[in-house]
């Protein structure tokens, strides 16, 4: 074992008041001598970390106790731990991660710095003016808002939920918006369509909090999931009364004789009927 990591068990352990201050470099002498009969590979938080930043992908303590995890639960006593063994072990966070279910402190928790984000509106017939006063923007081209790594995942999410939110001509309006994570290296040169082959999804306006599935219409996952006490329209995100909330669809309303969870202004939802969808 390495001196530092000796180093950082002894420091442990006087942290637990098992040791004292004095007591701290002895032991860690002590470990270090013990340890020279074996041969330790040690992977950890920063070898994580500097794969996480060549995907681009955002990252915690957290969700590198989970992959480091994995590494261990599939160690290969032939092949040891090696960067296919991480690589892997990543791929099966990725696989299991559900960015969309993940509770505002959650979020909050991705806060490492290791990529940029980029806020995508689908919707293009939709202009909307960004203010450039908006703190750690890098910049705005074309539908792409990209914001440095210095925002958590929670504050990124919270800029495009404002996007997606945002007042047209004092009507609120659903925008389709996508935020994406990406390398840092590739913020300032990516361009629209290659936001998908290189950025990883990790918010949408359509993805639904409830189930995890991506809806057609984008309601700030107000919509079908949401259980029946609720007082937010599915689409238009404002408050919905008790007596608009149980109202009989219009004939050719896909939500005529549907026993779901729907709940909307009677004009939301039965307006414009053939883009709307409670299935």
Known sequence: MTTRYAHYIAEIL???????EHERDEVAELIEEFWKDYAVDVWDFQNVMSEIINRGLPFSRGAS??????????LDSDQGFNWDTLHNAINKWLKDVSWS???DEELASFDEGT???AVVINDKSKSVEISETIPHRLHTKQEISLLAPT?????????ARDLAQAELSGT??????????LAIDLAESIDAEEIGEYGQVVWDSRDCEYCGRKHDTPNFAYHICVPKETNTCAFCGKYVSEDEAHFLHEAGCPGEDCDCNLIAHPDCCCDDSDIRTCK
């Not at 006087?14 to 004292?20: D, G, L, P, V």
């Not at 106790?65 to 599939?74: P, Q």
């Not at 609120?172 to 994570?181: G, N, P």
């Open 14 to 20: 006087n942290e637990a008041s098992f040791i004292t």
């Open 65 to 74: 106790r989970e992959i480091l995890a994995e590494m261990e639960k599939n």
């Open 101 to 103: 279910k993940m509770t």
């Open 115 to 117: 990529c940029a984000w």
């Open 151 to 159: 925002l958590s995942l929670l504050e990124a999410v919270a800029f």
């Open 172 to 181: 609120s309006t659903s925008r389709k918006v996508t935020l994406f994570a």
